[in-house]
């Protein structure tokens, strides 16, 4: 699958539907690689609900809520297009029936030929599963699957993201799980204008040649936010040199509450 057709898996998740409903809070995700896309955002690009991956001749769907993926074990009438369109996708037109992996200890135990994998990610699987399962979507399986970051660790009292096995195997598929509330509506709507930036990777390209574009620094913010001093394979000198080499003022005098330019010049250093 080439970039340009990559690039054509929202219009194909959402062919013919203009909204999903709304899963509890969801959480927020940010794709960060050029094998991932935005697939659907909340109210704005920071606020990533769904995320499409490929990896290897594999492809993959995730949630930012892990009631989601219990909409493909359980299928509703009302959601039966947004499912169908899916499983077009995840399959590349091949009908295969969804089946969980919630239960399963070990691939093994799972008949996969013909099926669509599907995973609640607060459902803890080993180290050695997740490999399996990669090696699974690597091959040509698809996988839907999500979870509710922020519940998970409310559940888990003295745990950080990096423990839990769900959001390890995200970034290894190029997908960071946050530990945010998102903000969105119910239901919500699918906006083409949000998914346009299609990942961190795009966005850091764009803005070495637009660096004013603030719609692209609010991403490459909240993005920072989340990954700490640095984007993987992408040094912090060049996100330094991306904002400070803008040729206008990001905040406008009017709004900035340093009003002194020499003095607002010595803050960003």
């Given at each position: 699958?080439?970039?340009?057709?990559?690039?054509?898996?929202?219009?194909?998740?959402?062919?013919?539907?203009?909204?999903?409903?709304?899963?509890?809070?969801?959480g927020t995700l940010i794709p960060l690689t050029n094998d991932t896309r935005a697939v659907l955002c909340g109210d704005d690009s920071?606020?990533?609900?769904?995320?499409?991956?490929?990896?290897?001749?594999?492809?993959?769907?995730?949630?930012?809520?892990?009631?989601?993926?219990?909409?493909?074990?359980?299928?509703?009438?009302?959601?039966?297009?947004?499912?169908?369109?899916?499983?077009?996708?995840?399959?590349?037109?091949?009908?295969?029936?969804?089946?969980?992996?919630?239960?399963?200890?070990?691939?093994?135990?799972?008949?996969?030929?013909?099926?669509?994998?599907?995973?609640?990610?607060?459902?803890?699987?080993?180290?050695?599963?997740?490999?399996?399962?990669?090696?699974?979507?690597?091959?040509?399986?698809?996988?839907?699957?999500?979870?509710?970051?922020?519940?998970?660790?409310?559940?888990?009292?003295?745990?950080?993201?990096?423990?839990?096995?769900?959001?390890?195997?995200?970034?290894?598929?190029?997908?960071?799980?946050?530990?945010?509330?998102?903000?969105?509506?119910?239901?919500?709507?699918?906006?083409?204008?949000?998914?346009?930036?299609?990942?961190?990777?795009?966005?850091?390209?764009?803005?070495?040649?637009?660096?004013?574009?603030?719609?692209?620094?609010?991403?490459?913010?909240?993005?920072?936010?989340?990954?700490?001093?640095?984007l993987p394979g992408v040094p912090i000198e060049t996100l330094q040199n991306i904002v400070m080499s803008a040729s206008q003022e990001?905040?406008?005098?009017?709004?900035?509450?340093?009003?002194?330019?020499?003095?607002?010049?010595?803050?960003?250093?």
């Open positions: 699958m080439d970039d340009s057709e990559f690039d054509q898996v929202p219009q194909i998740i959402f062919d013919g539907i203009s909204s999903i409903e709304r899963k509890g809070v969801p920071t606020n990533v609900i769904i995320v499409a991956t490929r990896f290897g001749n594999g492809r993959c769907l995730v949630f930012a809520h892990n009631g989601y993926p219990y909409m493909f074990l359980n299928i509703e009438e009302k959601n039966r297009k947004f499912v169908e369109n899916c499983q077009r996708w995840l399959t590349r037109g091949y009908e295969a029936e969804f089946v969980s992996i919630n239960d399963a200890d070990t691939m093994s135990d799972i008949e996969t030929h013909g099926k669509i994998l599907v995973w609640d990610g607060h459902c803890t699987k080993s180290d050695i599963f997740m490999n399996e399962l990669c090696t699974f979507l690597h091959e040509g399986g698809g996988l839907i699957c999500g979870t509710t970051a922020w519940g998970w660790l409310q559940n888990s009292s003295g745990k950080l993201l990096a423990d839990f096995p769900f959001a390890r195997f995200c970034d290894y598929i190029g997908v960071k799980v946050t530990d945010n509330y998102s903000s969105c509506s119910d239901p919500i709507e699918f906006r083409e204008d949000l998914i346009k930036f299609k990942n961190v990777y795009h966005v850091v390209r764009d803005l070495a040649h637009n660096p004013n574009n603030v719609e692209n620094l609010a991403i490459i913010g909240s993005a920072v936010k989340e990954l700490g001093d640095t990001i905040i406008p005098n009017d709004s900035c509450p340093i009003k002194d330019k020499k003095c607002r010049e010595q803050s960003s250093g």
